[in-house]
């Protein structure tokens, strides 16, 4: 069992940028592969970023340049770990509600991300 409690999501215009949060706490089992992913209205969720337990990363080509995903792995707890996106140069397509996801299986509850144009 897996708890994620993402924060960070809201409101900002073209251009602007917002810093997503995921803090991920497990039992009986370490956290690995760390990732964000959304759903816009209408649409297919989709990945936006991933980053392994070692720090290698993949990002969707639609967000290459602008965002960046990184994780907190100073705790020596396995089953303890944060994950982040920080989102620069926002476009209204970006809006979204985006979903933490840890070791593939398990989501957060999402947050929201809108853009205005």
């Known amino acids: 069992q897996v708890r994620l409690v993402e924060s960070g999501g809201g409101l900002v215009q073209a251009g602007g940028s917002l810093r997503l949060s995921c803090a991920a706490s497990?039992?009986?089992?370490?956290?690995?592969?760390m990732g964000w992913y959304r759903q816009a209205p209408g649409k297919q969720r989709e990945l936006v970023a991933e980053?392994?337990?070692?720090?290698?990363?993949?990002?969707?080509?639609?967000v290459k340049g602008r965002f960046t995903i990184s994780r907190d792995n100073a705790s020596r707890d396995n089953n303890k770990k944060t994950v982040y996106l920080e989102m620069n140069s926002l476009k209204p397509d970006d809006t979204a509600v985006y979903y933490c996801?840890?070791?593939?299986?398990?989501w957060g509850q999402g947050t929201q991300v809108t853009v205005s144009s």
């Open positions: 996801n840890v070791n593939v299986f398990y």
């Open positions: 497990a039992s009986g089992f370490s956290i690995n592969d």
């Open positions: 980053i392994t337990l070692s720090g290698t990363s993949n990002y969707a080509e639609s």
